[in-house]
């Protein structure tokens, strides 16, 4: 249930799926080219083409897989628990999907959007110069960004939690986990990426190796021993990716629906992106 978004790569590549896909979301769509973005909710998949037009597959009971008709120019994509997020060159944002919770609800006044996130059922945008705004739903804190937060250069969303990258290679967070309030681990230094799942959180350092803390019943922050050169992180529900330097992915967690199982020939492999139970891999064509 991975709320965070993939960059994207400036690759021509094809979509690969594995994991659960008991509503398709792991069945990519036939023809699928030119993509150079993926976003993974908890049973939907999208797919940014490198004409700025987005696809979507998987549970369309909320909506999430239906792309508003005329969307266009969209620079960065994200999916959350069952709604989704399109980010357009002049910097706003377009929502779609379930709305219980005011997930979609993106403020009027909101612009020069650089950046996007979706959790579970709230949502966050990074604005110029380094400020968050947030909305949907607040019982956890999720939307609640902290005062003082700005410099802000990345923004990652979970189940109930939010985590945000500093320039200055700090990270913030708020929102609460399974055991309450989320928090940082203390020393967390560095830090050149976030992904945050439901109860776990990810960084990504400027050497290559990875923190992860959190809900460990999976072994989904039990990093491997000897990772590195990882250039790209996703969380999932109970399960983490790696994208290193050499295009291999690494996976740890559960592993119920094949979701920790890396199918072989993946190479080179630009951009990942985790969903509850499902992965999604752009390989390069």
């Given amino acids: 249930m991975t709320r965070s978004e993939v960059p994207a790569t400036d690759s021509l590549g094809s ?22 973005a993926v976003a993974a909710g908890k049973q939907h998949s999208l797919a940014l083409h490198r004409d700025g037009h987005v696809s979507a597959w998987g549970n369309s009971s909320s909506g ?4 508003p008709v005329g969307l266009t120019d969209v620079t960065a994509i994200a999916a959350g628990g ?8 002049d910097g706003t944002v377009t929502a779609w999907g379930q709305n ?3 997930q979609l609800n993106v403020p009027t006044w909101l612009t020069d959007v650089t950046a996007i996130a979706a959790g579970g059922q ?3 945008a990074l604005i110029r110069y380094g400020r968050i705004a947030a909305w949907g739903w607040n019982e956890y804190g999720q939307i609640r960004v902290p005062e003082g937060s ?13 985590l945000a990258l500093r320039a200055d290679g700090r990270a913030a967070a708020w929102g609460w986990n399974d055991e309450g309030p989320v928090r940082v681990p203390t020393g967390l230094q560095d830090v050149a990426a976030l992904a945050v799942g439901v109860f776990h959180c990810v960084a990504l ?14 072994g989904q922050s039990r990093v491997p021993s000897g990772l590195h050169d990882v250039t790209a992180i996703t969380a999932g529900l109970a399960h983490t990716l790696a994208l290193q330097r050499n295009g291999r992915i690494i996976a740890w967690g559960n592993n119920t629906f094949g979701q920790a199982t890396v199918p072989g020939g ?20």
Avoid: C, M
Wanted: proline share 2%; aromatic share 4%; net charge negative.
């Fill in 205 to 218: 350092h400027r050497d290559g190796h990875i923190t992860a803390w959190g809900n460990n019943e999976a």
């Fill in 266 to 285: 993946l190479r080179p492999v630009t951009a990942v992106a985790a969903g509850d139970a499902h992965n999604l891999a752009i390989v390069v064509v």
């Fill in 150 to 162: 700005y410099d802000v250069t990345a923004i990652a969303a979970g189940g109930h939690q939010s």
């Fill in 15 to 36: 979509v690969v799926a594995w994991g659960d896909d008991k509503f398709g979301q792991a069945s990519v769509p036939s023809g699928l080219r030119d993509v150079t």
């Fill in 82 to 89: 069952q709604h989704s997020l399109a980010l357009r060159r």
């Fill in 122 to 124: 709230h949502t966050l």
């Fill in 64 to 67: 999430a897989t239906s792309v």
């Fill in 100 to 102: 219980d919770k005011g």
